[in-house]
């Protein structure tokens, strides 16, 4: 079974500030990790993966994430937020191999709202 | 564009009224899923089709179902809607591939139910 925990519920920053959401996940089997971000009203938009190589990995809208499987971590990243940051982050992990170890196992998300 | 499309994007019934929502893909992904989402927490699957073969969580209630006609569309079908089963209600496609599988998800469509 996996588990993801998302430290914080909610993250005020103001514009241009840097920020990071944290995500730990736990599994007794390889993991594949997303970040998810979903704006009011909308559906889960896919910001960034890890599936194997580079630990650090690079997504859309200036994101990136960093797997550190000793801290099993993949906290999220961004040097400099804009007002149209402000949404949910979900982090999510799966399994490697078959079946239902595809689907998805969500963190209960992360509010970043971002200030002028 | 390639994209999973969900109509309609809000839909209002009444208590115990049966409703259907779809979901479209023109991704051509083998695998589709039916999450529901309530008000400030994360999505909960309710079932998915790896192709034609239907899984359902255990905790999914009777009065949730799906059908899968072919492989562009999936529809969810609450027989009796409670007040409870409102709901942003999210539609996504997967393609398992290498042993690796990325999931695409629609816009969603919100229920209200009266």
């Known amino acids: 079974a996996q588990s993801v925990t998302q430290l914080d519920s909610q993250v005020p920053v103001f514009e241009e500030a840097p920020v990071e959401l944290r995500c730990n996940y736990s599994?007794?089997?390889?993991?594949?990790l997303f970040w998810y971000v979903q704006y009011p009203n909308q559906g889960l938009q896919l910001l960034l993966k890890?599936?194997?190589?580079?630990?650090l990995v690079k997504g859309i809208n200036g994101f990136e994430a960093e797997f550190n499987k000793s801290q099993t971590s993949f906290h999220l990243r961004k040097p400099s937020v804009h007002i149209s940051d402000t949404a949910e982050y979900f982090c999510a992990v799966s399994g490697h191999s078959g079946g239902s170890n595809y689907k998805l196992t969500f963190g209960k998300g992360t509010l970043l709202t971002v200030n002028p | 564009d390639a994209m999973v499309i969900q109509n309609p994007r809000y839909q209002v019934t009444q208590f115990g009224k049966p409703v259907t929502l779809s979901c479209s893909q023109t991704l051509n992904h083998n695998v589709m899923y039916w999450y529901q989402q309530k008000s400030s927490q994360a999505p909960k699957l309710l079932f998915h089709y790896y192709d034609k073969d239907f899984n359902n969580e255990a905790d999914t209630p009777d009065n949730f179902q799906s059908r899968r006609p072919n492989t562009s569309f999936c529809f969810l079908d609450i027989r009796s809607p409670g007040l409870g089963d409102a709901a942003m209600y999210l539609c996504a496609t997967g393609r398992l591939a290498g042993g690796q599988e990325t999931q695409y998800f629609g816009p969603g469509t919100r229920l209200l139910v009266l």
């Open positions: 890890y599936l194997s190589g580079s630990t």
């Open positions: 599994s007794s089997v390889s993991v594949y």
